[in-house]
Structures are given as C-alpha cells and as structure tokens.
C-alpha cells in the first residue's frame, strides 16, 4: 500500500532563517506531487507540483522554491522566511487525474 | 488561470439535507474531486466526478455539469461528526494539476 511521510509536523522559526520540509512517499513510482499552503479557516493554495524528478512548476511568486531529487522525494525550502510564510502546508501526491492522498500536514509559525 | 469558487460558511441542523456548491472557471478540465477536512487535519476523499452527472456514495452525492463549471456536494442525513471544511477541487493540465477551492465550513447544529 502507498503511505506519505511529511515531517516535522510543527515547526517554530525565527524570521530570516531557512526552511527545509520534506515530504516521501512509499509504495508508488512515479507520482505527481505537490505542496499546499493553508491559512487559518481558509482553502488550499497550490505553491508547487511536479510531475518527474526534476521538474517544477511554480504557481505563485513567493520567498519559497521546492526541489524533486528523487522521485518518491518532494522538498520545500526558504532561504529567509518572512512572518507571512506562517500556515499549515501540506504535501500530496496523485496519479494523473487521481485521488489525492495527503501528508500529515506541517504547522510552520515564524516569529 | 485557474478560479474556483464555494460558499464561505453554511449552517444546517442535524438530520437535514444541505448541498454545497462549487462553480470553477479552469483552462482545461480532467475531473473534478470533493474532499472533507477537519480542524488541525489533512484532507479525505469524498468523491469524484469527470463526466457529467450524479455520484451517490452513502450519505454523499455529487453532480458535476462540465457545460456550466458546476459542481455540487449533497449530504444527507447530517451528523454532527459532519460539522468540517468541504473542499472542491478540479485537475487541469492533462491530470498533473490539483487546484483547489475555497473551501466551504459547514456547521451542523442540534
């Protein structure tokens, strides 16, 4: 069966430090993959998904990038986070057109 | 680019009937999902639709019209358990891209 790992699930960090969120998924190959960032009492909005090692497509300008350097590893990162990077992010793959299965979800608070 | 829009909130009471609706402007469409999601926690399926028409799973109905870019959510019978996010979201881009909606808090009242 296929399971998605993400970690940590709550993270506390200081304005202009980096940021590094990892998201595995088992039991699959080739999966679509995605990251979402969720405001309190909002929806979810599509930062980045890939569909192959290596290639990113990027839905929003922002101070975050993401990297696929294996095909079952999705990874966020910020160089210098900012106070408005606070919010619930989560990854998630897919088959194409496929149900999403999520992560557990990562709480990111910067102070 | 792509536009998908909920209801922000909706009130029902316990035993009713409700139906969320979900209308999307997309570049492309490859199916449409409804998801749950409960304070603190990540999204579960619901349902799934791609051609036009009514989904009937349990308590859960969905009905997509692709001519129209709307959707709907019916939920039968509430629980209060059912109090919680509902999220529309459609794939675009072949099947690669999941975007979603706004998102619609529904809360079921005694």
């Known amino acids: 069966s296929q399971t998605i790992h993400q970690w940590p699930a709550t993270l506390v960090q200081p304005v202009g430090s980096p940021l590094s969120l990892e998201c595995t998924v088992e039991?699959?190959?080739?999966?679509?993959l995605y990251w979402y960032r969720q405001a309190a009492g909002r929806g979810l909005q599509l930062l980045f998904y890939s569909v192959g090692i290596g290639q990113i497509s990027s839905e929003v300008p922002q101070n975050l990038s993401a990297s696929r350097p294996q095909d079952r590893q999705f990874i966020l990162s910020s160089k210098k986070l900012l106070l408005s990077d606070s919010g619930f992010y989560l990854c998630a793959w897919s088959r194409v057109a496929g149900e999403a299965f999520f992560g557990q979800g990562t709480r990111l608070t910067v102070v | 680019g792509q536009n998908i829009d909920q209801p922000t909130e909706m009130t029902a009471t316990e035993g009713a009937i409700v139906q969320i609706n979900c209308t999307y402007q997309t570049s492309g469409f490859n199916g449409l999902f409804w998801y749950q999601q409960h304070a603190g926690e990540a999204p579960t399926f619901l349902s799934y639709?791609?051609?036009?028409g009514l989904e009937e799973k349990g308590r859960f109905s969905s009905f997509l019209s692709r001519s129209k870019g709307y959707s709907y959510l019916l939920l039968k019978e509430l629980q209060m358990k059912d109090s919680a996010s509902y999220l529309c979201?459609?794939?675009?881009?072949?099947?690669?891209?999941?975007?979603f909606g706004t998102g619609t808090q529904l809360k079921v009242e005694l």
């Open positions: 639709n791609v051609l036009d």
């Open positions: 979201a459609v794939f675009t881009g072949g099947g690669n891209k999941l975007t």
């Open positions: 039991g699959t190959s080739n999966p679509n």
